[in-house]
């Protein structure tokens, strides 16, 4: 069957240091990979999304970037956080017609 | 570009029924999907339907698509305690790699 991991579970981070969340997919192959982040428990922002290797679509312009280095890993990546960085960045993936998410990590940019 | 709006609270008591309501508006969306969320977790996929369908029954849950006015709903029989969550309605707007639609999420409260 099909996991999705998300590391850490939790962080905080000061403001202006280097950030570097991993998600990875077992049980598929050539998944979509997305990346959101929840703010206050409620709506989700998508932030990117990967179909393939290499492969990246930003959806909002910011200080992160993604990269996809293997077909089931996805990286979200910082140089400098901000403290709107904060939230619970969600990894998911989609095959066909169904997308499940990782259990979340929450950031928090003191 | 896509829409998809549910409203924000929903308060039932234990035993009743939960309807969550949402509408979109992409007409060629394919897949119309309700989530799950609970305190400091992830989203749960809950269920999914094809929009040639217009219902789905998986115990507890009933999904029932209008087609004609865009409009999703979710039903859960004998709502219990462990039914308190965020209820996301979520659709896909075209097939393909396009990213799915999310709607900004209920909070359900069922009393005891």
């Known amino acids: 069957s099909q996991t999705i991991h998300q590391w850490p579970a939790t962080l905080v981070q000061p403001v202006g240091s280097p950030l570097s969340l991993e998600c990875t997919v077992e049980?598929?192959?050539?998944?979509?990979l997305y990346w959101y982040r929840q703010a206050a428990g409620r709506g989700l922002q998508l932030l990117f999304y990967?179909?393939?290797?290499?492969?990246i679509s930003s959806e909002v312009p910011q200080n992160l970037s993604a990269s996809r280095p293997q077909d089931r890993q996805f990286i979200l990546s910082s140089k400098k956080l901000l403290l709107s960085d904060s939230g619970f960045y969600l990894c998911?993936?989609?095959?066909?017609?169904?997308?499940?998410f990782g259990p979340g990590t929450r950031l928090t940019v003191l | 570009g896509e829409d998809v709006e549910q409203s924000l609270f929903l308060s039932v008591r234990e035993g009743d029924s939960s309807v969550i309501n949402c509408t979109y508006t992409?007409?060629?969306?394919?897949?119309l999907y309700w989530y799950k969320q609970e305190p400091g977790a992830g989203l749960q996929l809950l269920t999914y339907?094809?929009?040639?369908?217009d219902m789905k029954q998986d115990q507890r849950l009933t999904v029932l698509l209008n087609k004609k006015d865009k409009h999703l709903s979710l039903r859960i029989a004998d709502t219990q305690t462990g039914d308190s969550a965020i209820y996301f309605c979520?659709?896909?707007?075209?097939?393909?790699?396009?990213?799915?639609?999310f709607g900004k999420g209920t909070r359900l409260s069922v009393i005891a």
């Open positions: 998911a993936w989609r095959a066909s017609g169904e997308q499940f």
């Open positions: 049980g598929t192959s050539n998944p979509n």
């Open positions: 979520a659709d896909l707007p075209h097939s393909g790699n396009t990213p799915l639609v």
């Open positions: 339907i094809f929009s040639n369908m």
């Open positions: 990967s179909v393939g290797i290499g492969q």
């Open positions: 992409d007409s060629s969306s394919t897949y």
